[in-house]
Nanobody, 127 residues
Framework: QVQLVESGGGLVQAGGSLRLSCAAS????????MGWFRQAPGKERELVAA????????YSAESVRGRFTISRDNAKNTVYLQMNSLKPEDTAVYYC????????????????????WGQGTQVTVSS
């Protein structure tokens, strides 16, 4: 079992920045590829960014590429999402998720591959 707790959400004006954190506990954090997803009202949950166990490989959705950066600190059991140049359309509940995988290089954006999920943190971007 892995417990994931997100933090760092809030209300920000368009063009502003936020950094989300996701702290993991339970099983060995470095055994998991990690992802950030988001879900806006009335919409399906979608991938924002993902990172491999080693941190060497990342993937970002086209809508956030160049604005959001995913990173991880395996010593601190934490994954981060730095969000810059925020837009109103980034408003959503943001979830982190963990995918147990054997490869340290594997990264996936497929929602159903993730085994554990956090409770989510609200991000609201005002125009």
């Amino acid at each position: 079992q892995v417990q994931l707790v997100e933090s760092g959400g809030g209300l920000v004006q368009a063009g502003g920045s936020l950094r989300l954190s996701c702290a993991a506990s339970g099983r060995t954090f470095s055994s998991f590829a990690m992802g950030w997803f988001r879900q806006a009202p009335g919409k399906e949950r979608e991938l924002v960014a993902a990172i491999s166990r080693s941190g060497l490989n990342t993937y970002s959705a086209e809508s956030v590429r160049g604005r959001f950066t995913i990173s991880r600190d395996n010593a601190k059991n934490t994954v981060y999402l730095q969000m810059n140049s925020l837009k109103p359309e980034d408003t959503a509940v943001y979830y982190c998720a963990a995918d147990y995988h054997s490869s340290i290089y594997y990264v996936t954006g497929v929602l159903n591959e993730y085994d554990y999920w956090g409770q989510g943190t609200q991000v609201t971007v005002s125009s």
